[in-house]
């Protein structure tokens, strides 16, 4: 099964405009919505996640692929294989990170690192506190918010360091991360999070996203 072929046969010129505006027509599309791209490619994801080693050639062949929904496609097979990922894997995970980047790339891949840096812990110290001091708003992001699932396991010292690390900015990617990371952590503790709101200096947007739920 050659998945490239199937998804361009399956293109949808109509539905590839409106799907390139929606994301302000930073790339290209097919017009294969997640519903439709999941039906095609689900026999395929379904066989390679019988692999015993992640297969980064393909990964990164979807990534040079000028439609966005190779990417997707990349990221899906990525979740399939994820536990096959170790702190080796970080690197060329960073660099997936700062190309053709945005919202949808960078938050499912999100939900990857957050996998590794649990299972794996000094990949925080390894890596993400390098994302975290990073110029790239992308890798920003990532240190806030890969903490997002880990309920009472997060580390509240690393999360409060990447935020104060990155809250002086108008950047709406990072403050926005910011207010997503305490709203997600306050459905665990509340009380830190009022606490941290009130003893730092945030955003108004990382404020009212923060304290929806407290």
């Known amino acids: 099964m050659n998945i490239f072929e199937e998804f361009y046969n399956n293109k949808n010129e109509v539905q590839a405009v409106s799907m390139a505006k929606y994301m302000k027509n930073l790339f290209s599309f097919l017009g294969l919505k997640k519903p439709e791209r999941a039906a095609i490619s689900k026999a395929f994801l379904s066989e390679r996640k019988k692999d015993t080693e992640v297969d980064w050639k393909f990964i990164h062949q979807c990534f040079k692929m000028p439609e966005r929904e190779f990417q997707y496609l990349a990221i899906d097979y990525m979740e399939k294989v994820i536990d096959l990922f170790t702190p080796d894997d970080m690197q060329r995970i960073t660099q997936l990170l700062i190309i053709k980047s945005w919202w949808d790339s960078v938050d499912a891949i999100n939900k990857i690192v957050g996998h590794i840096a649990m299972k794996y812990p000094e990949v925080k110290e390894g890596h993400i506190l390098k994302w975290m001091k990073s110029n790239n708003i992308w890798l920003n992001r ?60 945030l955003s108004k947007l990382s404020i009212r996203e923060g304290s929806k739920y407290i």
């Open 142 to 201: 990532i240190s806030i918010i890969f903490q997002l699932k880990y309920k009472e396991k997060t580390d509240t010292e690393f999360l409060g360091t990447a935020i104060i690390c990155n809250s002086q900015t108008e950047e709406f990617f990072i403050n926005k991360a910011i207010g997503w990371a305490l709203r997600e952590y306050s459905k665990t503790n509340k009380e830190w999070v009022r606490a941290f709101i009130e003893h730092n200096e």
